[in-house]
């Protein structure tokens, strides 16, 4: 059986590999705490609030994340792909997202605000009304996503392929246009 936590303050503590493992959090708010060393197993976070933590190269394989705001937090190199499905719901602001996977996901609604997602595996995700507000997504790869209704309009540095991703009334600024047609080794100024 997990230990349940509800509603604690959590700061500035390093976590050890299996230290917060079978433990469920809800409504908790996690301050400049390290969780890069962790290998979680059978966590559940419901509401929780992480602000300036560190999640690098951290193994999440066993989480679930229901209602989850992160905000600058760092989680390079952090495989989402293997999170618990049910309910997953995650916001991110202001984070370093470099070289994750989120990798056939469900990320409907999904906020991504000012951060940096260089190198993200969102592949056969499904990105539907997702908002790509201000980020930084050089060499992030969207093949077999489905991008339906995402906001695309203030992010940069993005190539994808309408060929291979689904964009139905998904929306881009007129200065992204040409990250749409990379692939055809168009010139556009």
Same mark, same amino acid.
């Given at each position: 059986?997990?230990? +349940?936590?509800?509603?604690?303050? +959590?700061?500035?503590? &390093? ?13 908790? &708010? !996690? &301050?400049?705490?390290? !969780? ?12 929780? *609030? !992480? ?10 394989? *066993?989480?679930?994340?229901? &209602?989850?705001? !992160? ?13 618990? /499905?049910?309910?997953?719901?995650? *916001? ?10 989120? +990798? #056939? ?38 093949? /077999? ?12 540095? +993005?190539?994808?392929?309408? #060929?291979? #991703? ?15 047609? #990379? ?7």
């Amino acid at each position: 059986m997990s230990e +349940y936590n509800l509603d604690l303050q +959590y700061n500035d503590i &390093t976590y050890g590999e299996n230290e917060v493992n079978f433990k469920e959090f809800e409504s908790c &708010t !996690f &301050t400049n705490c390290d !969780f890069s060393e962790c290998n979680f197993i059978a966590v559940t976070f419901i509401d929780c *609030h !992480f602000n300036s933590c560190d999640f690098t190269s951290s193994k999440i394989n *066993h989480v679930a994340l229901r &209602t989850v705001f !992160f905000n600058k937090c760092k989680m390079t190199e952090v495989n989402f792909a293997m999170c618990d /499905k049910l309910i997953f719901e995650v *916001h991110f602001k202001q984070c370093v997202l470099d070289f994750s996977k989120f +990798y #056939t996901l469900k990320m409907k609604g999904t906020t991504f605000t000012n951060s940096s997602l260089v190198a993200v595996d969102f592949m056969s995700t499904n990105l539907t009304a997702v908002l790509f507000s201000n980020c930084d997504l050089y060499r992030s790869e969207f093949e /077999k996503a489905i991008a339906d209704k995402a906001d695309f309009r203030t992010s940069y540095n +993005y190539s994808i392929d309408p #060929t291979k #991703t689904k964009l139905k009334k998904a929306q881009f600024s007129i200065e992204g246009l040409k990250g749409l047609l #990379t692939k055809y080794n168009i010139i556009v100024e």
